[in-house]
Structure formats: structure tokens, C-alpha cells
């Protein structure tokens, strides 16, 4: 069994290879997990956004006239996501944030907050989530999945009331190839609006 402090542990730089191996794309590929939720025009956050294996997707779905930022607390990923947007012909739609640390660090407002496998890292998630919820416009979703064999469903549960209580409402568990996931809609002062049940993308090629 995999003991706490490495669950917790950050994805190191020299792993980020393994997040970008070309079979992640038949098991979990991008554009068949965000294009239920990102729509052309929309300004979107990737956060811990690693070598940037859903940046791509993200950018391409925007397009021209939307915006993405790719987050990440550690500047050999972002190093490595802006080659790969730089080679694909999407600079002009992707900036860069290294996250310092102790938060976010972001100012700006989103569509659309992608949380891929990150959470699980973060030493306080109950803090992030709630800068997290800051960063949303009032219409803005979250996207959270979390690795099935890092993540159990228990501890999965647990995230999904701290952002509960972080003011977002889940609305749909997405099936998500070797993940827990969660879709998520913002809650106004509070109190939840009656949510409309969002049809759960199958991400299965
Ligand atoms: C397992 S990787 C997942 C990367 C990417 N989302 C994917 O699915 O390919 C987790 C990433 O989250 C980043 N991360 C961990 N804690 C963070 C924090 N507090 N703020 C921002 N990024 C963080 C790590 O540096 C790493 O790049």
C-alpha cells in the first residue's frame, strides 16, 4: 500500500514523461473528456497542468478568440507544456503561471477550471479549493478527477465536500478511465441554485 506522504508527494519534473506517454491519449483522451464542457471563446484554466498533455486540447478548443492559462508550481512542466503549445502554433492562446507555492496566485476570472490529478498534491485542499472557487465567474465549472490508484473513493468523497464547502456543487461524476471525477457548478451565496443534471461524457475511446 502506498504510504501517505508519497500520495501526497508532488509529480516530480523527471516523471513528467509518463503523463505524456502516447497511450494516455487511447485511455484518456483529452478531447473527448473537455469537449462536453469547453466551448470556442471561453477563458480556461489548467491548474497543475503538468507537460501540459490537456493544455493542447484546451487551447485547440478555445481557439482563436478564447484563452487558457496553464498553471503549475513547478517551472521544469511549464518549460515543458510551452514547447509543446509553441510547436502546435498555439502561443498566441496559452500563458504561462507558475503557482507560488502557498496558493494560486491568479487574479483573473474563468469559464472553466480543469483540476486533473493535482488535488491529491496540494498540503491544504480545503484553502485551495476555496481560492480556487475565487477564480470562477459566476457561470464558471470545475472539472476535478483524481487517479483511482492514488485516490480512493472515500477520500474522493472527502474533496467533494470541501468543495462543497468551498461554495461549488457537484452536478456530474463524469466516467473518466482510472479516475474519480466530478463536475462542478458555482453556488450562489451559499445556497445551491436547482442544478440541471449535465450528461456524463463517456471518455472511452
Ligand atoms: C500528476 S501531475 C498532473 C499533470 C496534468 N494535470 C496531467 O494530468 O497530465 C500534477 C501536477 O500538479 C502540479 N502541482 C502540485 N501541487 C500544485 C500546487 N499547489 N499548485 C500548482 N500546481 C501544483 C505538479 O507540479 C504537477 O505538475
Given at each position: 500500500m502506498m504510504s501517505e506522504e508519497r500520495k501526497h508527494r508532488v509529480c516530480p519534473v523527471e516523471r513528467a514523461k509518463v503523463l505524456d506517454l502516447f497511450w494516455r491519449k487511447l485511455l484518456q483522451n483529452p478531447g473527448r473528456i473537455l469537449r462536453p464542457y469547453i466551448k470556442e471563446g471561453m477563458t480556461v484554466l489548467d491548474l497543475?497542468?503538468?507537460?501540459g498533455f490537456f493544455t493542447l486540447e484546451m487551447a485547440r478548443l478555445v481557439g482563436k478568440t478564447g484563452k487558457v492559462v496553464a498553471a503549475d508550481l513547478q517551472q521544469g512542466m511549464l518549460d515543458k507544456a510551452e514547447k509543446k503549445i509553441a510547436a502546435a502554433g498555439l502561443a498566441d492562446v496559452v500563458t504561462f503561471h507558475l503557482c507560488p507555492?502557498?496558493?494560486?496566485?491568479l487574479a483573473k476570472r474563468f469559464d472553466f477550471i480543469l483540476v486533473f490529478?493535482?488535488?491529491?498534491?496540494?498540503?491544504d485542499p480545503g484553502a485551495f479549493l476555496s481560492e480556487l472557487r475565487s477564480?470562477?465567474?459566476?457561470s464558471g465549472r470545475v472539472l476535478l478527477a483524481e487517479p483511482s490508484f492514488h485516490v480512493s473513493r472515500g477520500e474522493f468523497q472527502k474533496s467533494i465536500g470541501l468543495m462543497t464547502r468551498a461554495g461549488l456543487e457537484i452536478v456530474a461524476e463524469p466516467v473518466i478511465f482510472l479516475s474519480q471525477a466530478g463536475y462542478f457548478v458555482f453556488m450562489w451565496g451559499g445556497s445551491p441554485q436547482p442544478s440541471k443534471k449535465t450528461p456524463a461524457p463517456l471518455v472511452l475511446p
Open positions: 497543475g497542468c503538468g507537460p507555492g502557498n496558493g494560486i496566485g490529478y493535482m488535488l491529491h498534491e496540494a498540503p477564480l470562477l465567474k459566476p
